[in-house]
């Protein structure tokens, strides 16, 4: 692949890196909103020729942006019929109003639905029934929220099917579901209970609910939630049709964001068939005005950037860096790989990371013994990838997707704050993971 042609003769290699660089340093400043500032980078990625237009279209991740739309319209319709006041309702009595509690269920229930399902479409139903809760527990929002974000990126982890660094890597080897399980499962347990006991620490024995609030919810029937049991019935109806969907969909060619918008438009036309065309207009004018268009065109812009990079090159020099540095040492393959694909997942978006990283692990397998012996690299590949999405907000899809829930109902949820907590519950995560790895497979 060539290198593309940059403005005033600039070597593009260089300038995508410093365009990279910048859009990151002003995002940290949380001062100008993030759908501009990722705007701004892709326009200046095309301007200076870094990339051209058929290669930044083609650089957009199409089937995350319509899971993203076709999940936030999904919530907007079935809001209404009080779904997810019932479960929030249902959630705060299961632990009798205890906070400390209600965190680490909210945590594990997270981690649970990802290993099954994509990490946007859990956190998307799970955020809504977390806001619920500690509006009628009087708590503050972002430790559950953010404690559930890190859980989507961690349960995600444990599948074939919940993160798309681990589709990819099973495509491109044939690891299968089992497999993955059996390998990924036992460190991802380790690291999710860290990360409630950490969510313990820094919040949950601190949380305390007044008297009247917690009376309040132990007096209310879950049932009660419930307002319009049709509309109630056509989204869970709806509902497992998606999740029927994204659990068979890719073997049949149907990816998630295609099952998503597919979803979506059902529940539209059978909320809105009956309807006067008028009232149509009404009710789909405010189910899409719900849709967290600043994530999305965030999005848009990233994947632009990110485009770039890799058209520019990073990416390969990056992946060749790794393969020059561990030589024929399977140990040093390993960590290294764990600890670069972490690092840079937080960084851009660990698919085009992971797709540049598998041609390079394939050849290093030769030198590492044969495919039966490089698996370890393949394992250190996928945990580095998954969780390293953990160390910064936009290191994930999941992130960006409930830091914009937040930011709509005036929850600060900035670059900065994440970071604090984010990049060291990552830092930690990836060492249990060198240490499970280390234990395991290479001593």
């Known amino acids: 692949m060539s290198a593309p042609a940059a403005i005033f003769g600039l070597d593009p290699f ?45 650089g957009e991740d199409f089937n995350t942006l319509a899971l993203l739309i076709g999940m936030m319209l999904m919530v907007a319709i079935a809001r209404p019929s009080g779904m997810f006041q019932y479960l929030a309702f249902w959630s705060a009595k299961f632990v009798r109003g205890e906070p400390g509690a209600l965190l680490a269920l909210l945590t594990l229930v997270t981690a649970v639905v990802s290993a099954g399902l994509n990490n946007v479409t859990t956190v998307l139903l799970i955020a809504p029934v977390t806001l619920v809760i500690t509006t009628e527990l009087k708590l503050a929002p972002f430790p559950f929220l953010f404690s559930e974000v890190l859980a989507s990126n961690i349960g995600g982890t444990a599948t074939l099917i919940g993160d798309p660094p681990n589709i990819l890597i099973g495509s491109a080897t044939g690891l ?178 992971v797709a540049t990283m598998i041609p390079v692990i394939k050849g290093m397998a030769p030198s590492l013994g044969g495919e039966q012996a490089v698996q370890p690299v393949w394992w250190a590949l996928s945990l580095g990838a998954c969780l390293g999405g953990n160390g910064t907000l936009i290191g994930a899809s999941a992130n960006l997707t409930v830091a914009g829930v937040a930011e709509r109902n005036g929850i600060a949820f900035g670059f900065l704050t994440f970071l604090k907590f984010g990049l060291p519950m990552m830092l930690l995560s990836i060492a249990i993971s060198m240490v499970y790895l280390l234990l395991r497979y290479l001593v």
């Open 14 to 58: 260089w300038l995508s890196l410093a365009l990279l660089l910048a859009t990151y340093a002003v995002l940290t400043l949380d001062r100008i909103n993030r759908a501009i500032v990722a705007l701004l980078g892709a326009a200046l990625m095309l301007l200076t020729g870094v990339v051209d237009q058929d290669r930044a279209i083609a």
């Open 176 to 353: 299968t579901f089992n497999q993955f399980i059996i390998h990924l499962t036992p460190v991802v347990l380790l690291v999710l209970a860290a990360q409630i006991a950490i969510g313990h620490l820094l919040w949950g024995r601190h949380m305390t609910v007044g008297a009247e609030a917690r009376a309040h919810v132990l007096a209310f029937r879950p049932a009660d939630a419930i307002t319009d049991p049709p509309l109630l019935a056509k989204s869970l109806a709806v509902l497992a049709l998606m999740l029927a969907g994204f659990a068979s969909g890719e073997p049949l060619g149907f990816k998630p964001g295609a099952t998503a918008i597919a979803g979506a438009a059902l529940l539209l036309l059978l909320d809105n068939w009956h309807r006067p065309v008028q009232e149509q207009a009404r009710r789909v004018e405010g189910n899409f005005a719900e849709v967290e268009w600043i994530t999305i065109f965030f999005f848009v812009g990233l994947f632009v950037i990110v485009a770039g990079v890799a058209r520019a090159g990073v990416l390969q020099w990056f992946a060749g860096a790794i393969l020059r540095a561990t030589g024929s040492k399977l140990t040093a393959a390993a960590l290294l790989v764990l600890w670069a694909s972490a690092l840079l997942s937080a960084l851009i978006d660990n698919i085009p990371f």
